[in-house]
């Protein structure tokens, strides 16, 4: 330990940085060589070194505790050795040996790794570092042993690895980035809220074996606030209590959206997030980044931003604390989120405590996120208001870790003006900011922005943000992530490209688009993809070895076909020729198989791929609450996904083997879901047309106040962006005012003509509506405007459409059941028992465990209640899982269906609408507030082939 700190009463930061800056010139607080990459200071890993961070508190010294150093090189290889035998088997992980390259203990060392076979029946793996040697490994199974390892489920199956190793060899393999960042800041509330230390176990594994880095580390930041905010600011537990989100909702809480949302619940009589969570979640974090710094990664910790709870006020009458304006239509019993203005001198006591109360818990690696303004704009972009965030933010950090390098979130900075971002960074010196671009790895510019047209430039991790909510489509631009993200590490100012990000809001869906990332992550221009269609069908091969070894066999050239359908389909992957027909020898096997069924192949003409991201809001399909008004979102070429799943099957049909394969059951699945959620985007216009004869809707408007409007917002163009009134609105930043009402109306009258379709609302924060349904509204003053009826609605053919025993409302309900059947065969879409299984194991009492189940289901549902927020953001998280469908998304369908239907045969009525989505709201509360059925975890037992083959020739005869 370092001798303790002379007793001061300057608490000021530049008296602290002082102070450690003596300490570590006089050698009493270790460093280590900086890393040009971040301008970080990293402690040699040729020991384990321990360090001591000191704090002063009131004029007193007190040690905070030992930091954690990287694991030393030896650690490292027994981390992936570790790890090699929990994926392939203790005995089989006997042939391998690790050894660490030239540099490993100099964390400025590009990433690298090695290959060779030194004696039969031997694999020598070298790297310079635990997550070098574990991709290593993973490069050896899928280019030396043809194998591969399921994103979210990370288990190889035994029986695909040979029964020795096979002689492979790479010289070297350099990557093209010093760092892999994962993550989002949400993603650890709509994915991993709930995860217990053997599913973080296989996500870490998996993490290293594909080479990330730098894993963002928010669990158990809960209990550190608690200790903060109670030992030193004489906070009390019920005071927090009305501060902390649930457990399903920490994000949003975290980042000042929410407050007390999910953390209460009176059914079981909780009153906040509870001591057993947070202990728990506490020894969590403790396992999760000691797992993450064996294999030699940087978890990202946390660092104030400013929110604080309400009560705080109550204990410090000077602070100077604003509020937010809403987020999300939440009530202010809900939001109303306090903030500690930059400038008051309790910003950095608060945030010197919380990093080092963090550290004493869970170590350092000098990286922190902290995010004032994520989807709130600041109150002023007055240049010396903007730049006293930017300063305390990491002023707070440095105060305590002088090294500290402050990781900023891009989300809700691409839209700022270049001298407010510069405003905002200009007192961070050089190498101790960072930011993620989260539109990078698919754009060839916008990265410039915080790399070239701020002084000075920043790092900048090339981000890819995707699965928004956890609503699943079958997408992704193949070719452009293939090759944009090294293009823009060759186009960018010297090392200000810093790394990849992975940054989806919900993990695991559309693998392929991952494990194309993940080589990415590896290839630099040596070694880079000059094919994607050869990638493509390698990667078909080996997803489903041994299977597909026969190169030319049927299953093998089924699998590929259906690969390069897919990729033409919805991955933007298009072909030399114009069709993907297979052959004549091809169709003649499908129809002589043991399980034979139509093979006829649809016609597949040559189609852009589109934009598949233009309405990420609406990929739910039949997962949401009904309405006259939803958007709709189908593959940007059906045809091809049908193509796809057509020859999957034939490819199931020619392989009993292959038909067992766990990667192949996800994958057929996952296309049927697909094409059966295009079929319902194909039906549900023909239930909404009869019931949309706009000859009744007159030029006038009725106010809604304190409400927002139902449905979907106008689209403007093809990329989905709606049609906004310019200069005007709540939500913009700065604030703008309220839009003039009449100038909306005439807006709205027009809008035919301008964007095709007929507006029947509008809101005084400038979006035009589609829709009738109408919402309460209390986060900011807003208003909404519905066009007038003349009275007329309905009639016999809407009654029909929606109740008809051959119409398409009949339809929809038959296509919901059999989309839940097919979902219950295989683990990744029978999710909702152990979704909730999940989230009850962390409960101590029935009470708790009853408040945890409530937490998932709302989540996955209403994301906020009737009395929270309206529903505004109903849907926004929902999953394509059985389960949910049958119990929750089914009941509702059927309900608004009998309700318009018997409206609509009644004649002469007005539209139901309004009524029907408040009915429809609270049967959706209710079954969110239900602990029963009691949901099974697992599958139901039926054959994924069977069932997928049964509904194709269902539904594409």
């Not at 608490?11 to 570590?24: D, E, I, N, W």
């Not at 301008?39 to 010294?61: K, N």
């Not at 604390?321 to 989120?337: A, E, V």
């Not at 990078?440 to 981000?463: E, F, I, L, N």
Request: glycine share 10%; charged share 15%.
């Amino acid at each position: 330990r370092t001798p303790e700190l002379p007793d001061s009463g300057d608490l000021s930061v530049a008296a602290t940085k002082h102070r450690v800056a003596r300490l570590t010139r006089e050698k009493r607080i270790p460093t280590a060589p900086r890393s040009p990459f971040l301008g970080l200071r990293m402690v040699s890993q040729s020991g384990l070194l321990r360090g001591v961070v000191w704090c002063i508190v009131g004029g007193a010294t007190a040690a905070v505790g030992e930091t954690l150093a990287p694991t030393p090189p030896s650690g490292q290889i027994a981390a992936a050795q570790s790890l090699i035998a929990r994926v392939a088997g203790e005995a089989r992980a006997q042939g391998f040996d690790l050894e660490l390259l030239d540099g490993s203990d100099n964390q400025t060392t590009t990433p690298a790794f090695e290959i060779s076979a030194p004696s039969e029946g031997r694999i020598r793996l070298a790297g310079t570092s635990g997550i070098a040697l574990a991709s290593a490994f993973h490069w050896y199974l899928k280019y030396g042993c043809n194998a591969s390892i399921m994103y979210g489920m990370p288990a190889l199956n035994a029986s695909a690895l040979p029964t020795a190793w096979p002689p492979f060899s790479v010289a070297r393999m350099t990557a093209p980035v010093q760092s892999v960042y994962y993550f989002n800041v949400v993603t650890h509330s709509y994915t991993a809220w709930n995860w217990g230390w053997a599913r973080w176990e296989a996500e870490i594994d998996w993490m290293a074996m594909n080479g990330v880095s730098m894993p963002l580390a928010f669990t158990g930041q809960e209990y550190v606030w608690s200790r903060v905010y109670t030992e030193r600011f004489n906070l009390t537990a019920a005071e927090l209590a009305e501060h902390f989100a649930g457990p399903a909702f920490l994000a949003w809480g975290r980042m000042g959206n929410i407050r007390g949302w999910g953390g209460w619940y009176d059914s079981a009589n909780i009153t906040g997030l509870t001591q057993n969570w947070m202990a728990q979640q506490r020894d969590l974090q403790k396992q999760i980044v000691a797992r993450e710094r064996a294999f030699g990664m940087r978890p990202v910790l946390v660092a104030f931003a400013g929110h604080v709870p309400i009560a705080l006020s109550t204990h410090f009458p000077s602070a100077k604390i604003t509020h937010s304006r809403g987020w999300c239509g939440f009530s202010t019993r809900y939001s109303d989120d306090a903030l500690l203005e930059a400038e008051d001198p309790l910003f950095v006591q608060i945030g010197k405590a919380f990093v080092e109360i963090q550290t004493e818990e869970y170590g350092t690696d000098h990286i922190y996120n902290g995010d004032t303004f994520n989807e709130m704009g600041p109150s002023s972009t007055d240049p010396n208001y903007i730049r006293g965030w930017g300063t305390a933010v990491h002023g707070a950090l440095t105060v305590v870790d002088p090294e500290a390098v402050w990781f900023v979130q891009g989300w809700s900075l691409g839209g700022w003006a270049i001298e407010t971002l510069q405003a905002y960074w200009s007192g961070v010196p050089a190498g101790q900011l960072i930011s993620l671009d989260l539109d990078c790895a698919q754009s060839g510019g916008s990265w410039k922005k915080y790399t070239s047209m701020v002084t000075p430039g920043r790092p900048v991790m090339c981000g890819l943000l995707d699965n928004m909510g956890g609503r699943r489509a079958l997408h992704g631009n193949l070719p452009l992530l293939s090759n944009q993200t090294l293009e823009n590490v060759q186009a960018a100012p010297p090392g200000l490209i810093a790394g990849l990000g992975w940054n989806p809001e919900d993990l695991h869906a559309n693998p392929i688009k991952w494990q194309l990332m993940a080589e990415i992550a590896w290839r630099g221009p040596p070694h880079a993809i000059t094919s994607i269609t050869t990638w493509l069908d390698a990667y078909a091969r080996r997803r489903y070895f041994p299977a597909t070894a026969d190169l030319g066999g049927q299953c093998t050239l089924a699998v590929e076909a259906a690969w390069r359908a897919l990729g033409q389909a919805a991955y933007g992957v298009h072909p030399s020729s114009t069709s993907l027909s297979t052959s004549d020898t091809l169709q003649e096997a499908t129809l002589s198989g043991d399980q034979a069924f139509d093979s006829t192949p649809l016609p597949l003409p040559r189609m852009d791929l589109g934009d598949a991201d233009s309405d990420k809001f609406s990929k739910d399909g039949v997962a949401r609450i009904p309405s006259l008004s939803l958007s709709m979102y189908k593959s940007p070429n059906v045809t091809g996904v049908q193509e796809g799943w057509r020859l999957l099957l034939a490819a199931g049909n020619a392989s009993a083997e292959l038909r067992t394969g766990a990667a192949y059951r996800y994958d057929l699945v996952d296309v049927t879901r697909q094409a059966l959620q295009d079929r319902f985007a194909e039906l549900y216009p023909t239930l909404v047309a009869p019931c949309s004869d706009n000859s009744h809707l007159t030029d006038n408007f009725t106010k809604h106040a304190k409400a927002n409007c139902g449905g979907g917002c106008l689209p403007a163009d093809a990329s989905g962006n709606c049609d906004r009134m310019p200069g005007c609105g709540h939500d913009r930043v700065p604030s703008e005012p309220p839009c003039d009402p009449q100038a909306m109306m005439q807006r709205c009258l027009a809008a035919n003509a301008s964007v095709g379709v007929v507006c029947t609302a509008f809101n005084t924060n400038g979006y035009l509506y589609k829709g009738t349904s109408v919402s309460p509204f209390g986060a900011y003053p807003l208003d909404c405007y519905t066009r007038v009826s003349d009275g007329g609605w309905g009639g016999l053919a809407c009654a029909e459409a929606m109740t008809g025993s051959g119409g398409p409302g009949q339809s929809i309900l038959q296509l919901a059941t059999d989309l839940d059947r097919v979902l219950n065969t295989v683990p990744q879409f029978a999710r909702l028992g152990s979704w909730i299984a999940d989230a009850r194991a962390f409960g101590a009492t029935d009470q708790e465990r009853d408040w945890l189940e409530w937490n998932a289901r709302m989540q996955v549902t209403l994301w906020g209640s009737i009395d929270g927020n309206s529903g505004t953001i109903a849907n926004y998280a929902s999953k394509p899982w059985a389960g949910l469908i049958k119990s929750h998304y089914l009941p509702l369908w059927q309900h608004f269906l009998t309700r318009m239907g018997a409206a609509a045969a009644a004649g002469n009525a007005s539209d139901p609408s309004v009524a029907v989505r408040a009915e429809l709201l609270l049967m959706s509360e209710q079954w969110t507030n239900s602990t029963t059925p009691t949901f099974p975890v697992g599958v139901s037992g039926e054959d994924p082939f069977a069932v997928s083959a049964e509904l194709f020739e269902k539904y594409m005869k």
